[in-house]
């Protein structure tokens, strides 16, 4: 059933997301992310949430892209892109989420599941792990705009290497280059993801979101545009009530008890 390829336990304010699937290497077929996608969706609406971690099962794959058997018999560019969409769609709503999206990545992360990793906005990896794109030695290039996503992390040089040359990066080579955040001793990377949460509970749940907003648009969108954004954002949360409450635990001395309002 869908509800057991993808594996979801609420941990305190975090929410731990799993891919069940680690006889397929994780790989995502439509069911599961449909599946995932559900999951997303559920986060949006969940005002108390702080974080979602995303993982694999096992610990060999993280996840390694595309389930290539299920999409063996595409046989349109229409119909290709109808059912690569939705992977598309829902790399988007994991990366506009509200809260951090943490890649804790406990093992191969490979193609489009390179790609996921790329969609979170932070990336804890194994000391084992390694992560890659090897579109190139498969006629392809990464089909869920993982170049992207990759450009603003690496830069061009680096992104041409890793794309180019299809080679997998060890974890020490991805912490090197800025492609992951930080590496962790094997096993502890859903453990490493959960203290760094933790850190999250200090932080006003509306400036959350709108900082990761503005760091969208800061690669995105252009100056005046990006500027405009995070004014007006700065605006709205300085009358908001967590923003009072912020300065009246200041002058307490005493921490802040964030509403979300």
């Given amino acids: 059933m869908a509800s057991d390829l993808v594996l979801a336990a609420r941990e305190s304010n975090c929410l731990v997301v799993r891919l069940n699937r680690p006889d397929?290497?994780?790989?995502?077929?439509?069911?599961?992310?449909?599946?995932?996608?559900?999951i997303v969706h559920s986060c949006a609406i969940d005002v108390s949430l702080r974080a979602l971690i995303i993982t694999g099962a096992g610990s060999k794959f993280f996840c390694t892209g595309g389930d290539v058997k299920a999409y063996a018999?595409?046989?349109?560019?229409?119909?290709?892109?109808?059912?690569?969409?939705?992977?598309?769609?829902?790399?988007?709503?994991?990366?506009?989420?509200?809260?951090?999206?943490?890649?804790?990545?406990?093992?191969?992360?490979?193609?489009?599941?390179?790609?996921?990793?790329?969609?979170?906005?932070?990336?804890?990896?194994?000391?084992?792990?390694?992560?890659g794109f090897p579109q190139s030695r498969l006629g392809i290039l990464p089909g869920?705009?993982?170049?992207?996503?990759?450009?603003?992390?690496?830069?061009?040089?680096?992104?041409?290497?890793?794309?180019?040359?299809?080679?997998?990066?060890?974890a020490a080579d991805a912490h090197l280059i800025g492609l992951v955040?930080?590496?962790?001793?094997?096993?502890?990377?859903?453990?490493?993801?959960?203290?760094?949460?933790?850190?999250?509970?200090?932080?006003?749940?509306?400036?959350?979101?709108?900082?990761?907003?503005?760091?969208?648009?800061?690669?995105r969108a252009d100056r005046n545009t990006a500027r405009t954004n995070a004014r007006e954002a700065f605006a709205r949360l300085w009358f908001t009530e967590d923003h009072k409450e912020a300065e009246r635990a200041f002058a307490e001395k005493r921490a802040p008890r964030f509403a979300g309002k």
């Fill in 73 to 131: 018999n595409v046989a349109t560019a229409d119909e290709l892109n109808r059912q690569f969409n939705l992977i598309r769609e829902l790399l988007d709503a994991i990366e506009n989420l509200h809260c951090p999206v943490i890649a804790a990545i406990n093992g191969y992360a490979i193609g489009g599941g390179a790609e996921l990793a790329l969609a979170c906005d932070l990336r804890i990896i194994e000391a084992s792990a390694q992560i």
């Fill in 144 to 170: 869920w705009d993982g170049v992207e996503r990759l450009l603003p992390l690496v830069g061009r040089a680096a992104a041409t290497r890793l794309l180019l040359t299809g080679l997998r990066a060890s």
């Fill in 181 to 219: 955040d930080e590496v962790t001793s094997d096993g502890q990377s859903v453990v490493q993801a959960l203290e760094l949460v933790r850190t999250f509970g200090d932080v006003a749940p509306l400036s959350m979101a709108a900082i990761k907003s503005a760091l969208r648009d800061a690669f």
């Fill in 24 to 38: 397929a290497g994780n790989a995502i077929s439509l069911e599961v992310a449909e599946a995932l996608a559900a």
